[in-house]
């Protein structure tokens, strides 16, 4: 057993009840007057900076300095967001705004639905500084390069500093990652993720890893049988209180013609909805979640997995008690250290990892293109409109829900994508568009990394590629089973989209894939296909890149 000891219980406390905050939202101090000299520091807050202990409320006067807060349609239509991505962050940034009022705070905060309302951050923070004239602007380093640079622009423009501050809900500095990466042509998730472990001493037995392995991928990566999965918990919901009903009905009215679906809207909006989100993860799904974390089965967007991604990306939760709450589990015997394991890989791990990548290599990242892709995204992206199954269900339940698990990103439409042959950017702007979680650190270099092999393999050692039986073996048949195409076949009329394209990658990315010493099985069975075979699978991959099968 690892010498290590619980942490302390995590805090489970409800709160008032939330019914109450739509009042005091509507009696938040009004702005002092124009010209009134009332503002030391004016506190920049963003929809996925909801932490009060924030590196940005540091030396915080409640007397003297004030919070400012905008909602604007920007960063709604900057790409085409969904509905539940919307009112997910909208909704968790006035619970938050009525957090920092009750605690005292001066909050300056703009409504989507203002008549004054001037549509983009930039122009929003503009006329604040004119209005307040604050000696000085802060904020904790925000998570979207675009909107850093134009936070910096309109401070300048009033000739303002802006004190951009170390976000400290990272286990990992960016300054710390760099030093990582410096001499290093290529970054690897497994290095780093051992240097954390070490560092955090989490998961550790001294100098070595805590059941003498570093990671469980043998144990966790398990299909269900063909029955399907079995004692599902339920998940945890929150119903939509007087303020979240507020904005529902708000993005219904105002992004009426945007993607998704508003109806089974019960993501946790405030602190204490993520704790108990937490806490339910931890006692019911996490004991399971590592044996299935990348099985698939058919109308089950939820499955074992956590859910907590939007929690902890909108800073609801820490990563760093997300984290003890998993181990301590483990050091309970209330999880075996497989789900243990694999799921604080996720956080502590991958989540950093990608951080990382995107902050030291912005913002020429966002431009990779390493497999000169240029196909636009298809339509049925957008509706869920498609005769493959495995498609149609993924993205009808991110549609829904603004949620789909990482195989389902990964090796369901984010590999659609890639065999397609769909420019990344185009990816990456859905992507960004509809899930609750999206915010563009994490979620461009897993796109344009991980999921498109754009960067040339700078993220990952080889393009994450599959054929139709992958999807088949992931769901125990379940998908493909419902599905007129067969997984097994790569021409003809019958044959699996996703298996006619995989040949086809290969063989248009033959040489480039031949020098990569992990995909070396892929190539030798491409030598295999002769010529005839070769120009039937190209023949049946124009057909598919025409659109004939968008509908």
Known sequence: MCSLRPVDDMAAGVGEELGRRALLFERMPAPPATGANMT??????????????????????????????????????????????????LAAMRHFAVTLARAGHTVHYTRLDDRSNRGTLAAELLA????????????????????????RETAAARGLALDVREDRHFFCTVREFAAHARGRKQLRLEFF?????????????????????????DENRNAFARTGPAGLPELPRFEPDTLTREVLALVEQRFAGHPGQLATFAWPVTREQALQALERFVAQRLPSFG?????????????????????????LLTPREVVDAAQTAWIEGRAPLESVEGFIRQILGWREYVRGIYWTQMPRYIESNALDAQLPLPDFYWSGHTPMACLADAIGQTLKHGYAHHIQRLM?????????????????????????????WVELPNTLGMSQAADGGLMASKPYIASGRYIERMSAGSLCGRCRFRPAERTGEHACPFTTLYWDFLMRHEALLAANPRMTMQVRNLARVGADERMRI???????RAGALTQ
């Open 40 to 89: 030391r520091r004016l506190v920049l807050v963003l929809g996925d900076q909801l932490d009060p202990d924030a590196s940005a409320f540091d030396d915080f006067d409640p007397a003297r300095d004030a919070v400012w807060m905008a909602e604007v349609a920007e960063e709604s239509t900057h790409v085409w967001s969904s509905k539940p991505r919307i009112a997910c962050f």
């Open 128 to 151: 604040a500084i004119d209005r307040l004239a604050p000696e000085s602007l802060v904020m904790t380093a925000p998570g979207d390069y675009r909107v850093l640079a134009a936070l």
């Open 193 to 217: 993720y051992r240097e954390l472990r070490k560092r955090h001493a989490i998961l550790m037995d001294g100098e070595e890893p805590c059941g003498g392995r570093w990671n469980f991928d």
């Open 291 to 315: 044996r299935w974390q990348d099985a698939l089965w058919p109308g089950e967007p939820w499955l074992w997995h956590s859910q907590l991604s939007a929690a902890l990306n909108l800073k």
């Open 412 to 440: 369901v439409t984010g590999l659609y994508a890639l065999l397609l042959g769909v420019n990344p950017r185009a990816v990456h702007a859905w992507y960004l568009a509809v899930y609750v979680d999206a915010v563009e």
């Open 538 to 544: 190209m023949a049946r991959a124009a057909s598919i």
